[in-house]
C-alpha cells in the first residue's frame, strides 16, 4: 500500500506545465508525502546502491542501513517496506526528471521549440547511466518481483507519457497540433525519441551516447511528429 500511495504522488507530481532545459544533476529529491531532510535522502542514496550492487531480491533493509550508517530501525521509522524504499528511488527521480523539463509558468508559447527541448533532455536521461542502471534491474528482477515493474512503470514511463499526452491536448485545443489521441501520440514521440541509440546502449554496444547523435535523432523525432500531427497549413499562404 506504501508503494502504492508514493507511486499515485509521483505521478500527480508531474502537473501541467511545459518544458523547459535541464538543471545540472543534484541530489535525489523525495516524493512529496514521503519524510524530508538529510536523514530520509541518506537512507534513499543507500538504498540506491545497494539495489545497483545486489539487486533488488537481494537487498535487505539490513543492508540498507549499514550502506546508511543509521540503525535498521531508522530505516523503517521513515520508510516501512523495501518497496516503499525502491518507489521513493523512481519516484525521487521522475519528480526530478519533470522539474528539470517542465516550466511553472504553465503556458504554451512554441510547440516546436517545447518538443525539441523534451526531446533532447528525455533522450539524455534515457542514455543515462543512471537510468539504464535502474531499467536493468527491474527487467533482471521483475519476473520474481512483479510489483517492482509496476512501480517503475507507473512512476516513470506511464507518468511521462500521461504528461506528455496533456500537453499535446492543451496544444490541440489551441489549435496549435491535430491530435486526436494524445496518449497514442505521446507513446509514438517518446519511441521515435529512444530510437536505436537507446538499445545500442542498454546492450553495452556502446559506452557512451555521441552528443551529436542524440541532438540528430531528437530533432528527427520532432520533425517526423510536426509533420503528423502539425496544424493544416493554408495552401493560399504559401501562394
Do not use: H, N
Not at 523547459?20 to 535522502?41: F, V
Not at 550492487?53 to 531508522?74: F, H, L, N, P, W
Not at 489549435?175 to 538499445?199: C, F, S
Amino acid at each position: 500500500m506504501a508503494a502504492e500511495k508514493v507511486t499515485r504522488e509521483s505521478s500527480r507530481a508531474l502537473s501541467q506545465e511545459p518544458f523547459r532545459e535541464s538543471p545540472p544533476d543534484r541530489p535525489l529529491d523525495l516524493p512529496p508525502d514521503l519524510p524530508a531532510g538529510a536523514k530520509a535522502r541518506q537512507i534513499v542514496d543507500a538504498a540506491r546502491r545497494v539495489f545497483m550492487a545486489q539487486g533488488y531480491g537481494a537487498a535487505s533493509m539490513d543492508a540498507i542501513a549499514r550502506e546508511a550508517g543509521v540503525s535498521k530501525a531508522t530505516v523503517y521509522a521513515y520508510f516501512p517496506s523495501k518497496e516503499a524504499l525502491f518507489a521513493a528511488i523512481i519516484g525521487g527521480e521522475c519528480r526530478r526528471r519533470s522539474e528539470a523539463l517542465w516550466s511553472p509558468e504553465g503556458e504554451i508559447r512554441d510547440v516546436r521549440a517545447d518538443l525539441l527541448t523534451f526531446a533532447r533532455c528525455y533522450a539524455a536521461f534515457l542514455l543515462s547511466d543512471q537510468a539504464l542502471s535502474i531499467y536493468r534491474l527491474v527487467v533482471a528482477e521483475a519476473p520474481r518481483f512483479p510489483e517492482l515493474g509496476r512501480i517503475f512503470y507507473e512512476s516513470g514511463p506511464d507518468a511521462a507519457l500521461s504528461r506528455l499526452a496533456s500537453y499535446f491536448e492543451k496544444a490541440t485545443a489551441r489549435g496549435l497540433l491535430r491530435v486526436p489521441d494524445p496518449r497514442l501520440a505521446a507513446e509514438q514521440l517518446i519511441g521515435m525519441i529512444r530510437g536505436a541509440a537507446y538499445l545500442r546502449r542498454l546492450l553495452g554496444i556502446e559506452a557512451e551516447f555521441d552528443e551529436r547523435e542524440l541532438a540528430r535523432v531528437a530533432e528527427g523525432g520532432v520533425e517526423a511528429f510536426l509533420g503528423g500531427y502539425g496544424p493544416k497549413r493554408d495552401p493560399k499562404a504559401t501562394e
